[in-house]
T-cell receptor, first 110, second 116 residues
Framework: TQLLEQSPQFLSIQEGENLTVYCNSS?????LQWYRQEPGEGPVLLVT?????EVKKLKRLTFQFGDARKDSSLHITAAQPGDTGLYLC??????????FGTGTRLLVSP | NAGVMQNPRHLVRRRGQEARLRCSPM?????VYWYRQLPEEGLKFMVY????????ESGMPKERFSAEFPKEGPSILRIQQVVRGDSAAYFC??????????????FGPGTRLTVL
């Protein structure tokens, strides 16, 4: 069974700081998605990465997919309080269900 | 241009009662997925349905839980004889087809079930 470990588990930073969160797998991803979930809401899809070595940017967010497709990172530049939330990576298993990582809880204080 | 809709948003039940959770997928989406998020745990897949068919129920508990997606109307997740351990957030997601290469799913706001 695919295991997706995310680190760090919790992250508390000040507005304006940069941060990176990681998603690692015990085996190769077919494709990987990143979601953000705010308290009391459902996850919202941020990006899908498919190709090893791929880099995608979404405003201040940069997503990287490892060359071997077993890890991924999310880098946020100049974090803002609105970035606060639970960041989840998820793999498309190819059988229609998503397998989610353990999540990183981010708190950005003004 | 409504997204995935779930109701109720909050549901309180006493032990032994039944809980019915509803999900209306996005317009044009015919594939529905249910996930459960227990306190301090990640999202776990429960079941995948298409209209009138259960495709994959490998994540559903063997007893007390059932799901349907009728030809007309919302998808229903039903929990019979609820126990305190069923307290969780239940999320529904939908996709327009069999996920394509990326299986991008769009999530609803969830139903938070509390069992007293």
């Amino acid at each position: 069974t695919q295991l997706l470990e995310q680190s760090p588990q919790f992250l508390s930073i000040q507005e304006g700081e940069n941060l990176t969160v990681y998603c690692n797998s015990s085996s190769v991803f077919s494709s990987l998605q990143w979601y953000r979930q705010e308290p009391g809401e459902g996850p919202v899809l941020l990006v899908t990465v498919v190709t090893g070595g791929e880099v995608k940017k979404l405003k201040r967010l940069t997503f990287q997919f490892g060359d071997a497709r077993k890890d991924s990172s999310l880098h946020i530049t100049a974090a803002q309080p609105g970035d606060t939330g639970l960041y989840l990576c998820a793999e498309n298993t190819g059988f229609q269900k998503l397998v989610f990582g353990t999540g990183t809880r981010l708190l950005v204080s003004p | 241009n409504a997204g995935v809709m779930q109701n109720p948003r909050h549901l309180v039940r006493r032990r032994g009662q039944e809980a019915r959770l509803r999900c209306s997928p996005m317009k044009g989406h015919s594939h529905v997925y249910w996930y459960r998020q227990l306190p301090e745990e990640g999202l776990k897949f429960m079941v995948y349905l298409q209209k009138e068919n259960i495709i994959d129920e490998s994540g559903m508990p063997k007893e007390r839980f059932s799901a349907e997606f009728p030809k007309e109307g919302p998808s229903i997740l039903r929990i019979q004889q609820v126990v305190r351990g069923d307290s969780a957030a239940y999320f529904c997601a939908s996709s327009p087809r069999q996920g394509g290469s990326y299986n991008e799913q769009f999530f609803g706001p969830g139903t938070r079930l509390t069992v007293l």
